[in-house]
């Protein structure tokens, strides 16, 4: 089947000029020796935009994943790009057609009442005496990190490099620098501003980190407190109040900063921005949230659902 269709010179073109793997190479010709065969009696090298979309359409039928279907457009693109650049076609069928999107899942969101236990019980162990320095300090920092997390949405990645002098200015509004190099300013609540004043107070009682320039010092490669370490604080304080470990991480603190400034009314572009999302398609993933506060209110306010 394949001898006169090109596949056998496109793979050889893989072979020679991209030095593609003898994986890729039987991938490829599986996916397009399974083209042919849908085709039938019509040429692969000759299939139209029609063909294509049809042999989608079967793909899916077939019960065939979204990332799968991906796979096999892009092995049926790269075949008749070689064959339009060799001038065995005037056209690229494929070049309009679009590939199947994995539906987003949506992010795992907790409620105001999970967040406010977490950050409770974290607020309630670091008012505590400990038994040493060391302690007292990761208690006041874990607070610290959830009071500035869910009022500002950070990503943990900015969160735990903020600098110390974050904490000593008296703003509302710090400006960070996210992905890209780009800027934005996001909000402090007073909680928060008090709780990085009082860990850095603490940590000059203490004698400790005094000449770091992190607001979350620590002894890692980076100088400051790690991602994954916070994480793991994180998780440890969930299962200490009730919450799956699994449930809990700084990125779902991060979505229920986001739906909670929904769900109260924000517009969608203002949690874009605060996210520092450069695409408004990204903040779409919480449209959901939207969806139900819309039903809410036409079920409360509409004539017609009270009847």
């Known amino acids: ?13 893989l072979a020679a000029e991209r030095g593609a793997a003898l994986n890729t190479l039987e991938s490829y010709r599986r996916d397009l020796e399974d083209f042919a065969e849908f085709l039938g009696s019509t040429r692969i090298s000759e299939a139209d935009q029609g063909d294509v979309s049809a042999y989608l359409g079967d793909l899916t039928a077939r019960g065939f994943a979204a990332s799968s279907q991906a796979r096999r457009l892009s092995a049926l693109r790269q075949f008749f790009k070689f064959l339009f650049a060799e001038g065995r076609r005037k056209d690229e069928p494929t070049r309009i057609l679009s590939a199947p999107k994995k539906r987003q899942s949506l992010p795992k969101v907790l409620s105001v009442a999970e967040v406010d236990r977490l950050i409770e019980a974290a607020r309630f162990d670091a008012v505590q005496v400990h038994e040493t320095p060391g302690r007292q300090l990761r208690a006041s920092r874990l607070y610290t990190l959830l009071e500035v997390l869910y009022a500002s949405g950070l990503r943990v990645s900015e969160l735990v490099a903020l600098p110390v002098r974050a904490a000593l ?50 002894y890692s490669e980076s100088g400051h407190f790690t991602r994954q370490a916070f994480a793991r604080d994180l998780k440890t304080l969930a299962v200490g109040v009730g919450l799956s470990a699994a449930q809990v991480s700084p990125h779902v603190l991060r979505h229920a900063f986001a739906s909670h400034l929904l769900q109260n009314g924000a517009d969608l572009r203002v949690v874009q921005q605060l996210l520092g999302h450069a695409d408004i398609s990204t903040t779409q993933i919480y449209t959901h949230v939207l969806d139900e506060r819309l039903r809410d209110l036409v079920e409360t306010h509409h004539p017609l659902a009270k009847a």
């Not at 992905?179 to 400790?208: D, I």
């Open 1 to 13: 089947m394949a001898g006169d269709t090109g596949i056998e010179t496109f793979l050889e073109m």
């Open 169 to 218: 200015r008296d703003a509302r509004l710090i400006e960070i620098r996210g992905k890209g190099g780009k800027e934005r300013l996001v909000p402090l609540s007073p909680r928060a501003q008090e709780a990085m004043r009082a860990y850095v107070a603490l940590r000059k009682a203490e004698n400790a980190f005094t000449e770091s320039p992190w607001l979350f010092p620590s």
